[in-house]
């Protein structure tokens, strides 16, 4: 494939994406032959059941995983076969990620925790700073366990954020959390997406979410099932679920 050029061109190019896991009769097919394209600062939402390749699928984007066979390309460089190296970089430089459950380290505070992330980054973006953006600085010097599970995800945005990424990835963020705290979060991603222009791509199993999206992708066994592009893009006081 050659590499894409030019600003509108996407930030991320999957072709032909298969994961296989065990081989003959017991192998498990994670992803199927995946074609996907992401347009830089594009809010997609990932949906599917349990076992339907959605997590796979993002973690092969973030450099988490490798596929077995297919291409992957972040702002028309190859990372397919790129090495260890090259994809602990990527990570580092350009992908932030925000997961189910937060990863937080009891023994630090707020900032803390966040300014781990500022010290292995190229551009690190204020501690501060990231915290006024999700709306945490009077807890700046709250451990963990003085915060709720809303403040802690919060926390995990900001982390993730500071080091100005191009790509926000997040794997069921809203799982652990009530209705009300649960939009508070989707605020918070819907505000990096919009003022910061960084890609966000949203694993959710919860369709009413993808309401907020520019597009929703739907995987099925492994297998895009469908692509769809809401009339328009609710914010997540909207939501309803």
């Not at 994961?19 to 032959?33: E, F």
């Not at 996907?36 to 988490?64: C, H, P, Q, W, Y």
């Not at 501060?128 to 963990?144: C, G, I, K, Q, W």
């Not at 915060?147 to 799982?175: F, H, M, N, Y």
């Amino acid at each position: 494939m050659a590499p894409a050029a030019g600003p509108d061109a996407p930030v991320l190019q999957a072709r032909a994406l298969t994961k296989t896991y065990g081989s003959g009769d017991s192998a498990v097919h994670a992803l199927r032959a995946v074609d996907l394209d992401v347009a830089r600062g594009e809010f997609v939402v990932l949906l599917g059941a349990s076992g339907s390749g959605k997590s796979t699928l993002l973690n092969i984007l973030g450099g988490l995983d490798v596929p077995s066979s297919g291409e992957l390309l972040f702002e028309g460089r190859a990372l397919t076969g790129a090495g260890d190296a090259a994809l602990t970089s990527y990570r580092r430089e350009h992908v932030g990620f925000v997961f189910q459950f937060y990863n937080l380290i009891p023994s630090l505070t707020t900032a803390e925790n966040v300014a781990l992330v500022t010290d292995i980054a190229v551009d690190p973006m204020p501690v501060d700073e990231a915290l006024e953006l999700v709306a945490l600085s009077p807890r700046r010097n709250h451990f963990p366990s003085q915060l709720s599970g809303g403040e802690q995800q919060r926390v995990a945005i900001a982390r993730a954020i500071a080091k100005r990424p191009q790509l926000l990835l997040c794997d069921e963020p809203t799982g652990a959390l009530d209705y009300a705290t649960g939009k508070l979060v989707l605020e918070v991603i819907a505000r990096i997406n919009r003022e910061l222009g960084t890609t966000a791509l949203v694993i959710t199993h919860n369709a009413a979410i993808a309401g907020m999206a520019d597009r929703v992708v739907r995987l099925s066994d492994g297998r895009i099932a469908s692509i769809e592009r809401p009339a328009r893009r609710l914010t997540p006081a909207e939501l309803s679920w």
